[in-house]
């Protein structure tokens, strides 16, 4: 079993679910190191990381569109993240730090289009030579599918 790319949403196994205590809800997968996945469950405010075995991947129909965990997963998704870091969360607003492979002016203005008016705040840092990284600080957030 493939692991799905960041950004996609998730769901621990059942065993793993019952010792975070994070409800049935979805995760969407913020990173993922040789042998665990980065989990952020929206709406609870907890981020674990999981053995990659004790990861599924879920269908996006899964989730409600307009929930957070799906605008997440179609924001992590566009910009091919690498890698996402939780800065600060506050339900409805979240400042985040993605690693990316980069984008140009078009991706840059398609992003901003795509946040509309849930983006507060950009700024695009030096990275590496094979990644950029890109902090956004965001409001009005959708609701969490569960909370």
């Known amino acids: 079993m493939s692991l799905p790319v960041v950004g996609s949403l998730v ?16 995760a969407v997968l913020f990173g993922v190191r040789r042998s665990s996945g980065h989990l952020f469950f929206p709406g609870t405010d907890r981020e674990f990381w999981v053995p990659t075995r004790q990861i599924g ?10 929930s957070q965990e799906s605008f997440l997963s179609r924001l992590l998704l566009f910009l091919r993240a690498e890698e996402c870091t939780l800065l600060e969360y506050g339900g409805d607003s979240a400042e985040l730090e993605i690693t990316y492979p980069g984008m140009d002016r078009n991706t840059l203005l398609k992003l901003i289009s795509m946040l509309g008016d849930t983006l507060v705040d950009y700024a695009i840092k030096p990275g590496s030579m094979q990644v950029a990284l890109i902090e956004l600080r965001l409001a009005n957030l959708p609701a969490p599918a569960r909370a």
């Open 11 to 26: 769901v621990p196994s059942p065993r793993y679910r019952s010792q975070m205590s994070t409800g049935e809800g979805a």
């Open 57 to 66: 991947g879920i269908p996006a129909e899964a989730v409600p569109e307009q």
